[in-house]
């Protein structure tokens, strides 16, 4: 069934579906004479209640029997189509069966693009929306987020909650009533490739109010308000590919960083800031699949950058950590060669110390400082040459790198290194030269 209309200022009935047919619509929108009016947008209720400033073309989805479009512009300029569109069922399409448990510290994962899955929940199902990181199409693909419609339930039938995007913008987490969660693409499918809907249960959030999906290109302003209750963000890079840039924080309050998500016994909790007192660890390059910020006791900005280039370029003294992109998440991400560089301008004694490291079934762990393509410090670690723990390695250059080795499905632990650089003068490079040169020396019997 199909209708179309063009009007002024109209309020319009949409039609009872044949009997035959289940009450799924859609909406096609075109401006197609000006711009509305802002204090006159099209609304649609009762499953998308939202306002629309300008459209050249827009969809939107719901499940009801029935509804009512009001389109309100007070002007003789603009002119507006829809047509409305019943599909006779929601499509499936390989449903995926997950089920979450308050012990896991890494959320799951739903690619929202052909997506169909139901959850089961130990207590009760939690879900984010964390929109894609790609600028290209980025828009049309974050509307398309309209298709991606979530049940309160163990199927369709159950109470819609309403769409992804509508989660996206709600900055709030969407919670279960009971233990199953149900998502669904309605059909004709839309593009959203590179959203995901984070999946957790509510037993590890319950305490979080405000709670964001984080993604995106340029540098990402979060304003996170934990004056009542925790406020918490998350972030996601499929195999741990990208990573955060944590760039700065202003504000009050305390800042928890957990490489997944939030968990009782901070097993996975990689770093503290207490935002007041935070800047000299900052910036920070943060690893991981799933990276969750938690705020409690204040209010603050944070600032990150998706992909790391302002924390691999160094151009003032720093005190931070590195770490592999799978420590402290106990999940098997297939790669032979997680490798990290730091860079700067100038010259920068570099010390390094390694906290712990797996070397077991082949795993090599390679740290050198160049300075000008000339190595400095080089030591490569494995099961027949094991580093000291906690000893510091130092050097003066202006590259930093680290290289950890393994074979590609293997189960692999990681490696955490704390590490400063600190900016030197060229005249001081000799006197750290004796020093590296000792490191060189006596690394491989450490």
């Given at each position: ?116 899955s139901r959850v ?41 909650l309403g769409s ?13 009533t009971g233990k ?267």
């Amino acid at each position: 069934m199909e209708s179309q209309m063009f009007a002024e200022e109209s309020g319009v009935h949409i039609p009872q579906p044949p009997q035959s047919q289940a009450a799924v619509s859609k909406f096609h929108f075109f401006n197609s004479k000006g711009k509305i009016r802002p204090n006159r947008s099209p609304r649609i209720s009762p499953c998308s209640p939202k306002s629309i400033q300008y459209a050249k073309y827009e969809k939107f989805y719901f499940v009801a029997p029935g509804g009512r479009i009001k389109l309100s512009t007070h002007s003789t300029t603009v002119s507006f189509q829809f047509s409305v569109q019943w599909y006779s069922n929601i499509p499936s399409y390989n449903p995926k069966f997950l089920n979450i448990s308050a012990s896991d510290s890494q959320p799951s994962i739903v690619d929202v693009f052909f997506v169909n899955s139901r959850v089961t929940a130990e207590t009760r199902a939690s879900a984010i929306t964390i929109p894609l990181d790609e600028d290209y199409d980025r828009a049309d693909q974050i509307k398309n987020l309209r298709s991606v419609l979530i049940f309160d339930g163990p199927n369709e039938n159950a109470t819609c909650l309403g769409s992804a995007y509508q989660l996206l913008y709600s900055n709030r987490q969407w919670v279960s009533t009971g233990k199953f969660l149900t998502i669904v693409q309605l059909k004709p499918l839309s593009y959203t490739s590179g959203s995901q809907l984070l999946i957790q249960d509510f037993e590890t959030t319950k305490e979080i109010n405000e709670y964001q999906g984080v993604g995106g290109p340029g540098i990402l302003p979060i304003v996170m308000d934990a004056s009542k209750q925790a406020s918490a963000f998350s972030t996601y890079s499929p195999y741990g590919f990208a990573y955060d840039c944590l760039l700065n924080i202003t504000g009050t309050g305390t800042l928890d960083v957990y490489y997944g998500g939030i968990t009782e016994s901070k097993s996975n909790l990689i770093a503290s800031y207490s935002v007041s007192t935070a800047a000299p660890n900052l910036p920070q390059l943060l690893r991981g699949v799933v990276r969750t910020y938690v705020l409690t006791g204040g209010i603050a900005t944070v600032n990150i950058k998706r992909y790391g280039y302002f924390c691999n370029h160094i151009d003032k003294n720093m005190n931070g950590f590195i770490t592999s992109r799978e420590y402290k998440t106990n999940l098997t991400l297939p790669y032979s060669q997680d490798s990290l560089y730091y860079y700067s301008k100038g010259l920068f004694n570099y010390t390094l110390n390694l906290q712990t490291v797996d070397l077991s079934q082949n795993k090599s762990l390679q740290l050198t400082i160049t300075n000008n393509k000339t190595n400095v410090l080089n030591v490569v670690y494995n099961s027949s040459n094991p580093p000291m723990l906690n000893t510091v390695l130092s050097g003066v250059g202006n590259e930093m790198d680290v290289f950890y080795k393994a074979d590609y499905d293997s189960k692999k632990g990681g490696f955490y290194i704390d590490f400063t650089a600190t900016k030197v003068k060229a005249s001081a490079a000799k006197t750290y030269g004796l020093l590296v040169i000792f490191a060189i020396l006596w690394a491989p019997f450490f």
